[in-house]
């Protein structure tokens, strides 16, 4: 089963524009992790955040976390063609067996 | 350093059929798991090896699917008796120590059973 949700399940933008993609998952977590998938094959890690953090930034990325919300964010600044693929978040459930559970994911396009 | 690797790529095979999926993780990674994704999904998690160890199986769909690790490196998801539902891209991905530090993910199986 999925335990997050992502949202939109679709986002098309210009290149230069910003993108945020919202997560929302059910149970408390250890961590949050976002990952970036091209073509629907292997995944790339992008940036985790532990419970105990509220933002973390790397690079053009900027994940937010609300633990009471249950709830994260992800912000793409000045995004490229490149940044085209689908994101999605996982979450590293507390008492959840040392695994991710992840959600539904969100398909960027970034447009020249 | 290599990063994980996944054979085959692409596996066709007809109902009924038995399949075998390997996974080579990152070297050093304890920690392994063999997720499943289907078109338009989120990877959904298969069974995860700490070491050796089936530490987590519970994602497992049926008792067609079983998963090897014999010497704490490369590992096997093995599939009996297919079926056309089992059709998916099969991705595997290691860590250091578990879900608490980033995973690795490798390309993929894709598997389509006819």
């Known amino acids: 089963s999925q335990q997050g949700e992502e949202d939109p399940q679709a986002l098309s933008i210009q290149e230069g524009e910003n993108a945020t993609m919202n997560c929302s998952y059910k149970?408390?977590?250890?961590?949050l992790q976002w990952y970036r998938q091209n073509s629907g094959r292997g995944l790339v890690h992008l940036i985790l955040?532990?419970?105990?953090?509220r933002e973390k930034h790397s690079g053009r990325l900027r994940v937010t976390l609300d633990t009471s919300k249950k709830s994260s964010s992800l912000l793409i600044t000045a995004s490229r063609a490149a940044d085209t693929a689908s994101y999605f978040c996982?979450?590293?459930?507390?008492?959840?067996?040392?695994?991710?559970?992840f959600g539904t994911g969100t398909q960027l396009k970034v447009e020249l | 350093g290599a990063g994980v690797s996944q054979t085959p790529s692409n596996k066709v095979t007809e109902k009924g059929k038995y399949v075998e999926l390997r996974c080579d993780p990152i070297?050093?990674?304890?920690?392994l798991y063999w997720y499943r994704q289907s078109l338009g999904q989120g990877p959904e998690f298969l069974i995860y090896?700490?070491?050796?160890?089936?530490?987590?199986d519970s994602g497992l769909p049926n008792d067609r699917f079983f998963a090897v690790r014999p010497e704490g490196s490369v590992s096997t998801l093995k599939i009996q008796r297919t079926e056309r539902g089992d059709s998916a891209v099969y991705l595997c991905?290691?860590?250091?120590?578990?879900?608490?530090?980033?995973?690795?993910f490798g390309p993929g199986t894709r598997l389509t059973v006819t």
């Open positions: 991905a290691s860590s250091p120590h578990g879900a608490a530090y980033e995973q690795y």
């Open positions: 149970t408390s977590i250890n961590n």
């Open positions: 955040i532990r419970s105990n953090e």
């Open positions: 996982a979450t590293d459930l507390a008492g959840g067996g040392n695994k991710l559970t």
């Open positions: 070297s050093g990674h304890t920690a």
């Open positions: 090896f700490q070491g050796t160890g089936a530490a987590d």
